[in-house]
C-alpha cells in the first residue's frame, strides 16, 4: 500500500481554478528548446537535459578544498577530510547564467536528477493528449491509464496485463484524461543503488534518500526514518533559509526597478542633452557659415577697394606719361629740327609747360600694396549670440610710424628691471591694433658691445609689446628696437643705467621733537633747532622748511632716493629719530 503523506511540500493536489496549468520555462531545456530528457540540476539551480550538459566543453581549475569535490545531493556530505593539497578539478560553465559547475567523480550523470522537471514534463505530456508519452513497462505504445498506487504510466495492453497480476488485481487504475487537473504526477524514484527499490526513507547522517534494501545494508547502523517523517525537519529548515532570501529577492527587485527607473531618466537626460547639443551646434555652424560670408564678402569689397584704387592711380600716371612723353618729345624736335628763330618764338610755352609737368607730384610706389592678412585666432565679437573668431586686416606695420613710451626708456637702475613699450603702427599712423609682428631688441653696455643684456618680449595682443630687461652693472647702455629689420622711431636711443636705488635710513617726519618724542639729542638733515637745548627741529622754529622731509637727507618727496653722505658720527645723531 501507498503511505500517505501530508501536502507540506506541494505533493498531489488539484490546480486552482483559473491557474493555466503547466510553464514552458520549467519543461524545455534553454540549450536545445526540447522538452528535458534525463534533466539534471546545477548548484546554481538551473536544470540542463544531461545530453546537453555532455557537449558543452570543460576546463579544469584547481581545487585547494582537499578531498573529492561532491556537488550530487545523492552522494555523502559527511566525509572524512583530506590534507589540503591542489587537485585538478573537471568543470563546466552554467550555459544560463555562466556560474562555474565543479564536476563530481561521476562526471555529468553524477549530478542530482531534476524530478520536478521530469514531473512537469509529465505534466504537459499530458495536456497534449497523451503525444509523446509511453508506456512505462513495454516503451512501445501510448499511455492510455495510470496506475496511482505504482505511480506508473501503462498502455491498454499493460493495463489489462497489470489487472490480471494478483498483487496488482486491486490497484487503482485512473485515466490520463483525469489527471490533467492535478499539478504533480508523484512517479517513483528507483535507488541507484539497488532499481528495484523505491527510496522511501532518509538516512539523517549520510544526508540522502535511502531505499528498503539500503537500510539493512551499507545504512544499517545509521539513523533512517520514513521521508514523509524526514520532510517536516528538513523542509522547515528549507522555508526558514527561504525566509531569510525572499528579502533579497525584493530588494533586488526594487533595486532592479530603481535601476531602470535611473536607466529611462538617464536616456531621456541623453536625449534631451542631445537635443542641446544639436541645437547649439547647428546655430553655431549658421553663426560661424554668416561670419565665413561676412568675411568673403568683407575680403570681396577690400579687392574692388584696391583695384579702384590702382586703376584710378594707373590711369593717373599714365596720363601724366602721355604728356611728359608729349613735351619731351616736341621739345627734343624743336631743339634738333627748329630754327633759332623757331626756338626763341616757342620758348615761351614750351618752358612753362615743362615746369609744369616737373611740379606735378606724383608717387613712384603704387598707392596701395597687396598685403591682406587673416588671424583666425582673433575674436570678431558676437554673431547670433555666439562669440565668433577670425578678422581680415590690411594694415601692415610701417617702423618708421612706430613709437616707444615708458618712463624707463632713458633711465634704468642696475639689478633692477627696466621696460618701455613698442606701439605699432601702419602707414597711416592708425595703431594695429593685433600682435604677431617680430619685435627684435638688443640692449649692449657701451663699454662691452660683446655682452648683450638678456631682454623679455611680450606680445599684449593688441599691437603693443611690453619689453623689460635687467642690467647688471651701472654705465652708459644702447637699446636698439627694430620691426621688420628696420629701427622705429627714435631707435637706437642710449640709457644711463645708475647705482642701485638707496633707501632713506632716517624717518619721514614733520619736525625731530614729535618723532623722537622730546629728545634733545635727536638731530635733524635739515639744519633746524629749537631753543632750550634741542639740536633737532621744530614746528615754526629757525631751519624748520615748514613741510614733512626725511630726517636722513631733508628731501621733500617720501618715495624718493637717499642722497645724505654725512660722517659716522652724524649718521648716529640723524639715526636716532628712526629707533625711536
Same mark, same amino acid.
Given at each position: 500500500?501507498?503511505?500517505?503523506?501530508?501536502p507540506?511540500?506541494?505533493?498531489?493536489?488539484?490546480l486552482?481554478?483559473?491557474?493555466t496549468? $503547466?510553464?514552458s520555462?520549467?519543461?524545455? !531545456?534553454p /540549450? @536545445?528548446?526540447?522538452?528535458?530528457?534525463?534533466? =539534471?540540476?546545477?548548484p &546554481?539551480?538551473h536544470?540542463?537535459?544531461?545530453?546537453?550538459?555532455e557537449?558543452?566543453?570543460?576546463?579544469?581549475?584547481v581545487?585547494?578544498?582537499g578531498?573529492?569535490?561532491?556537488?550530487s545531493?545523492?552522494?555523502?556530505?559527511?566525509?572524512?577530510?583530506k590534507?589540503?593539497?591542489?587537485?585538478p578539478?573537471?568543470?563546466?560553465?552554467?550555459?544560463?547564467c555562466?556560474?562555474?559547475?565543479?564536476?563530481p567523480?561521476?562526471g555529468?550523470k553524477?549530478?542530482t536528477i531534476d524530478?520536478?522537471?521530469?514531473n512537469?514534463?509529465?505534466?504537459?505530456?499530458l495536456? $497534449?493528449?497523451?503525444?509523446?508519452?509511453? !508506456?512505462? /513497462? @513495454?516503451?512501445?505504445?501510448e499511455v492510455?491509464? =495510470?496506475?496511482?498506487? &505504482?505511480?506508473?504510466?501503462?498502455c491498454h495492453?499493460?493495463?489489462?496485463?497489470?489487472?490480471?497480476?494478483?498483487?496488482?488485481?486491486?490497484?487503482?487504475?485512473?485515466?490520463?484524461?483525469?489527471?490533467?487537473?492535478?499539478?504533480q504526477?508523484?512517479k517513483?524514484?528507483?535507488?541507484?543503488?539497488?532499481?528495484?527499490?523505491?527510496?522511501?526513507?532518509?538516512?539523517?547522517?549520510?544526508?540522502?534518500?535511502v531505499?528498503?534494501d539500503?537500510?539493512?545494508?551499507?545504512?544499517?547502523?545509521?539513523?533512517?526514518?520514513?521521508?514523509?517523517?524526514?520532510?517536516?525537519?528538513?523542509?522547515d529548515?528549507?522555508?526558514?533559509?527561504?525566509?531569510?532570501?525572499?528579502?533579497?529577492?525584493?530588494?533586488?527587485?526594487?533595486?532592479?526597478?530603481?535601476?531602470?527607473?535611473?536607466?529611462?531618466?538617464l536616456?531621456e537626460?541623453?536625449?534631451?542633452?542631445?537635443?542641446?547639443i544639436?541645437?547649439?551646434?547647428?546655430?553655431?555652424?549658421?553663426?560661424?557659415?554668416?561670419?565665413r560670408d561676412?568675411l568673403?564678402k568683407?575680403?570681396?569689397?577690400i579687392?574692388?577697394?584696391?583695384e579702384?584704387?590702382?586703376?584710378?592711380?594707373?590711369?593717373?600716371?599714365?596720363?601724366?606719361?602721355a604728356?611728359m612723353r608729349?613735351?619731351?618729345?616736341?621739345?627734343?624736335?624743336l631743339?634738333?629740327?627748329?630754327?633759332?628763330?623757331?626756338?626763341?618764338?616757342?620758348?615761351?610755352?614750351?618752358?612753362?609747360r615743362?615746369?609744369?609737368l616737373n611740379?606735378?607730384?606724383?608717387s613712384?610706389?603704387?598707392?596701395?600694396?597687396e598685403?591682406?592678412?587673416?588671424?583666425?585666432?582673433?575674436?570678431?565679437?558676437l554673431?547670433?549670440?555666439?562669440e565668433?573668431?577670425?578678422a581680415?586686416?590690411?594694415?601692415?606695420v610701417?617702423?618708421?610710424?612706430?613709437?616707444?613710451?615708458g618712463?624707463?626708456l632713458?633711465?634704468?637702475?642696475?639689478k633692477?628691471?627696466?621696460?618701455?613699450?613698442?606701439i605699432?603702427?601702419d602707414?597711416?599712423?592708425?595703431s594695429?591694433?593685433?600682435?604677431g609682428?617680430?619685435?627684435?631688441?638688443?640692449?649692449?653696455?657701451?663699454?662691452?658691445?660683446?655682452?648683450?643684456?638678456?631682454?623679455m618680449?611680450?606680445?599684449n595682443?593688441?599691437?603693443?609689446?611690453?619689453?623689460?630687461?635687467?642690467?647688471?652693472e651701472?654705465?652708459?647702455?644702447?637699446?636698439?628696437v627694430c620691426?621688420?629689420?628696420q629701427?622705429?622711431?627714435?631707435?637706437?636711443?642710449?640709457?644711463?643705467?645708475r647705482?642701485?636705488?638707496?633707501?632713506?635710513?632716517g624717518?619721514?617726519?614733520?619736525?625731530?621733537?614729535?618723532?623722537?618724542?622730546?629728545?634733545?639729542?635727536?638731530?635733524?638733515a635739515?639744519?633746524?633747532?629749537?631753543?632750550?637745548?634741542?639740536?633737532?627741529?621744530?614746528?615754526?622754529?629757525?631751519?624748520?622748511?615748514g613741510r614733512?622731509?626725511?630726517?636722513c637727507?631733508?628731501?621733500?618727496?617720501?618715495?624718493?632716493e637717499?642722497?645724505?653722505a654725512?660722517?659716522?658720527?652724524a649718521a648716529?645723531?640723524?639715526?636716532?629719530?628712526?629707533?625711536?
Amino acid at each position: 500500500m501507498a503511505e500517505k503523506r501530508k501536502p507540506l511540500l506541494g505533493f498531489v493536489g488539484k490546480l486552482p481554478s483559473g491557474t493555466t496549468p $503547466g510553464n514552458s520555462g520549467k519543461t524545455r !531545456c534553454p /540549450l @536545445c528548446m526540447g522538452l528535458f530528457k534525463a534533466p =539534471r540540476l546545477l548548484p &546554481c539551480l538551473h536544470t540542463v537535459c544531461t545530453t546537453c550538459l555532455e557537449q558543452l566543453e570543460p576546463f579544469s581549475v584547481v581545487d585547494i578544498r582537499g578531498g573529492d569535490s561532491d556537488t550530487s545531493s545523492e552522494g555523502s556530505v559527511f566525509q572524512e577530510l583530506k590534507p589540503r593539497t591542489l587537485q585538478p578539478q573537471i568543470g563546466i560553465l552554467c550555459p544560463v547564467c555562466d556560474a562555474q559547475v565543479d564536476l563530481p567523480t561521476g562526471g555529468v550523470k553524477a549530478l542530482t536528477i531534476d524530478h520536478l522537471a521530469m514531473n512537469d514534463v509529465m505534466l504537459e505530456s499530458l495536456r $497534449g493528449e497523451g503525444q509523446g508519452l509511453v !508506456c512505462d /513497462l @513495454c516503451s512501445d505504445r501510448e499511455v492510455e491509464k =495510470r496506475c496511482q498506487t &505504482c505511480k506508473a504510466n501503462l498502455c491498454h495492453f499493460c493495463c489489462q496485463a497489470h489487472r490480471r497480476q494478483k498483487k496488482t488485481t486491486y490497484h487503482t487504475m485512473v485515466d490520463l484524461k483525469d489527471l490533467k487537473g492535478y499539478s504533480q504526477m508523484g512517479k517513483p524514484i528507483p535507488c541507484p543503488a539497488h532499481p528495484a527499490e523505491e527510496l522511501r526513507r532518509f538516512c539523517e547522517l549520510c544526508d540522502q534518500p535511502v531505499c528498503r534494501d539500503c537500510v539493512v545494508g551499507e545504512h544499517r547502523e545509521h539513523p533512517c526514518e520514513l521521508t514523509s517523517s524526514a520532510v517536516h525537519k528538513h523542509g522547515d529548515s528549507m522555508r526558514e533559509l527561504l525566509k531569510g532570501t525572499q528579502p533579497h529577492v525584493e530588494a533586488l527587485e526594487k533595486a532592479l526597478a530603481q535601476i531602470e527607473g535611473t536607466n529611462g531618466a538617464l536616456r531621456e537626460r541623453v536625449e534631451a542633452v542631445a537635443a542641446d547639443i544639436r541645437t547649439f551646434s547647428e546655430g553655431y555652424i549658421r553663426a560661424i557659415e554668416e561670419h565665413r560670408d561676412k568675411l568673403l564678402k568683407q575680403l570681396e569689397d577690400i579687392r574692388i577697394q584696391k583695384e579702384n584704387s590702382l586703376q584710378l592711380q594707373k590711369a593717373q600716371l599714365q596720363q601724366l606719361l602721355a604728356d611728359m612723353r608729349t613735351g619731351v618729345e616736341f621739345t627734343e624736335r624743336l631743339l634738333t629740327s627748329g630754327s633759332d628763330l623757331e626756338i626763341l618764338i616757342t620758348k615761351g610755352v614750351v618752358m612753362e609747360r615743362l615746369t609744369k609737368l616737373n611740379k606735378v607730384a606724383y608717387s613712384a610706389r603704387p598707392g596701395v600694396n597687396e598685403k591682406i592678412t587673416f588671424s583666425p585666432k582673433e575674436k570678431a565679437g558676437l554673431c547670433r549670440g555666439y562669440e565668433v573668431y577670425g578678422a581680415i586686416s590690411t594694415k601692415e606695420v610701417d617702423p618708421a610710424k612706430c613709437v616707444l613710451q615708458g618712463e624707463d626708456l632713458h633711465r634704468a637702475r642696475e639689478k633692477q628691471t627696466a621696460s618701455f613699450t613698442v606701439i605699432c603702427k601702419d602707414a597711416a599712423g592708425e595703431s594695429m591694433g593685433r600682435g604677431g609682428e617680430n619685435i627684435q631688441v638688443a640692449v649692449v653696455p657701451k663699454d662691452k658691445k660683446d655682452s648683450p643684456v638678456k631682454t623679455m618680449v611680450h606680445d599684449n595682443k593688441d599691437g603693443t609689446y611690453y619689453v623689460s630687461y635687467t642690467p647688471k652693472e651701472p654705465g652708459i647702455y644702447t637699446v636698439f628696437v627694430c620691426v621688420k629689420e628696420q629701427h622705429v622711431q627714435g631707435s637706437p636711443f642710449t640709457v644711463t643705467v645708475r647705482k642701485r636705488h638707496r633707501s632713506h635710513p632716517g624717518v619721514f617726519h614733520c619736525c625731530t621733537f614729535c618723532s623722537s618724542g622730546g629728545q634733545k639729542t635727536a638731530r635733524c638733515a635739515c639744519g633746524g633747532t629749537m631753543p632750550g637745548g634741542y639740536l633737532g627741529c621744530g614746528h615754526g622754529h629757525k631751519g624748520h622748511p615748514g613741510r614733512p622731509h626725511w630726517s636722513c637727507c631733508g628731501k621733500f618727496t617720501e618715495k624718493s632716493e637717499c642722497t645724505w653722505a654725512g660722517g659716522q658720527s652724524a649718521a648716529r645723531s640723524l639715526l636716532r629719530t628712526v629707533a625711536l
